[in-house]
């Protein structure tokens, strides 16, 4: 945890009461005692720094004092077949400290009906799972994460009202990702679409380069989705030059 993130209903008067997970992390894995300082933020809110003013068996009590404003918004949304459950979770978090705005969560044909009703998919288990990343990233902008169990009507209704430049991961092409994106892309909005291990089916390929997409492929190894993501994320941001 390198950034201690709470809701604004939590902190009252600059005072923020602690007795969950982040109370025992402060006092067991920080090992901080009262008068230190520790980094918080306001989720979808600013940052800033805690003293520690009292230390119970039970609970942690810090004033806060927030000075700066949140990080700017994460330019990339991730379009993603929905993967197995286990591979999800990774997923969710990795993305989140790796900067991802936007979970779209679709049903391809490769996609197991299953996988929906997954509990990893419960709206607590999502927001916890993306609070992690946020902690590990030092940032207060909470990802939105959207569901969608067919494919024609995200890609044909969805697709056209989301703002950027769109990106199809699939194997059975020559063109790389710099060929697709240049050296021009600092300040551009990305949706980047990463399908199953199979790969997307001919039919999704065209919908999607019909939506603008433009097609590349990452070498003629066939990577997890999990490492997939994980790696395309990172090149996007050394091609934006960060």
Known sequence: MNLLLFEKHECRQDTLILADRRAEHIVKILRLSVGEYLRVG??????GLGVIEQVSD???TLKVDLTDPPPATPATELILALPRPIMLQRILKQATVLGVRRFHLIRS???EKSYFHSPVLQPEKIRALLVEGLEQAMDT???????????????EDVVPTLEGTGLLAHPDTKATLLDV??????DTHLLLAIGPEGGWNAYECERFLEQGFSMFTMGPRILHVDTAVVALLAQLDLIRGK
């Not at 902008?141 to 009507?153: A, N, Q, S, T």
């Not at 994106?181 to 600092?186: E, L, N, R, Y």
Request: proline share 9%; charged share 20%; hydrophobic share 40%.
């Open 181 to 186: 994106t240049g050296k021009g892309m600092a």
């Open 42 to 47: 306001e989720l979808n809110g600013p940052v």
């Open 58 to 60: 039970s609970s942690v």
């Open 109 to 111: 044909q490769k996609v």
């Open 141 to 155: 902008r909470l990802p939105e994460v959207l569901l969608y169990h067919r494919f024609k009507p995200f890609v």
